[in-house]
């Protein structure tokens, strides 16, 4: 099933200007060439005059479609992250760089080079001086929080090399489950990304926002401030410069280091960090979907004696296709 791209079909109200529009030049041929058998035969066809009320026509009706498309836009603000998205996600395809799993839409596509843009302390001297592993910032990193995806494999690895902390979701059966009472200072994020700009350090993901929701609550556990980096591994073909900062949402996370295969970037960004967990922007389907959110938000009402805002209701995007593994026996 091909990924969904959503505004999907121009709204109806396009068609029917599209349909008057044709359905008044008509009017205008026919008044202008037909008319009463006793007058056509003096009356002259005004050829400028039906030239200049098509025009017209077609001027309102190309109005009302633009007027439309503006509408449609605003009724679901982030169509244009999903145009970006999807086309980064057929771009990797098509350059035959996107790597298993499969399908790389709806993930954070995992991608030829990514162990060279992640880095393996063991091979520091076999590779080249840009990688993330040289990096000072990582070098000097206590407690690193990497994302559980594909393509961050290899800095999870050497994370661990290092003899570095690691946090990482979903990591239970080897690691200590950190509750939002503990005290913890993470020195260092790394995070995937779909697409992002080296020029503003914008970044989107997936779509689903649970990197911003992680990144919210480590502000929230007083882990993280303004002043700690975050790092993307991507592929340069990951790599954009139509991200609108102006469009980003008060949560969206911005990247301070882009690593690819070929270059570390420093992007200087400054697009604000997230401050925390925005309640008054988190729909109740996201909510549901994690419970450990929904513990934090009673037990802040229950504390504060104030109920917490609620975002609006929304259609969650749809998630990668999944083959089930056979368990082993």
């Known amino acids: 099933m091909p990924p969904l791209v959503f505004p999907a079909v121009p709204p109806l109200p396009l068609c029917l200007a599209a349909r008057a529009s044709r359905r008044a030049r008509l009017a205008v041929a026919s008044a202008a060439a037909g008319g009463s058998s006793s007058s056509s035969a003096s009356a002259s066809f005004d050829a400028a005059a039906f030239e200049a009320e098509r025009l017209r026509l077609d001027a309102a009706a190309r109005d009302a479609m633009a007027s439309g498309a503006a509408t449609a836009a605003e009724a679901d603000p982030r169509a244009w992250k999903w145009a970006i998205r999807k086309r980064v996600w057929d771009t990797l395809e098509v350059e035959g760089v ?26 520091l001297a076999l590779l080249p001086p840009h990688s993330l592993g040289r990096l000072e910032v990582f070098q000097n990193s206590q407690c690193v929080k ?4 594909s393509p961050q494999k290899q800095v999870r690895f050497l994370t661990l090399s290092a003899s570095q902390v690691i946090e990482l979701a979903f990591s239970a059966k080897y690691g200590k489950p950190i509750g939002l009472d503990e005290r913890i200072k993470v020195d260092l994020i790394v995070i995937g990304s779909v697409a992002v700009d080296p020029s503003t350090g914008a970044r989107l993901g997936k779509g689903e926002g649970f990197a911003e929701l992680e990144y919210g609550m480590l502000r929230y556990m007083g882990a993280i401030d303004d002043s700690t980096m975050i790092v993307t591994t991507v592929h340069d073909k990951q790599l954009v410069d139509d991200i609108p900062v102006e469009k980003l949402l008060i949560h969206d996370v911005p990247v301070d280091i882009i690593c690819t295969p070929t270059q570390v970037i420093f992007t200087k960004t400054k697009i604000p960090k997230p401050q925390g ?6 729909s109740p389907e996201k909510l549901g979907q994690i419970r450990i959110l929904r513990e934090l938000k009673k037990r802040i009402e229950q504390e504060t004696g104030t109920i917490l805002p609620s975002g609006p209701s929304e259609k969650l995007p749809p998630t990668a296709q999944r083959t089930r593994r056979r368990r082993r026996r």
Do not use: T
């Open 277 to 282: 967990i925005y309640w008054e922007k988190l």
């Open 146 to 149: 990497v994302n559980p995806d």
């Open 98 to 123: 996107a790597r298993d799993p499969r399908p790389i839409h709806h993930r954070i596509p995992n991608f030829d080079g990514a162990p060279a843009a992640a880095d393996a302390v063991s091979a």
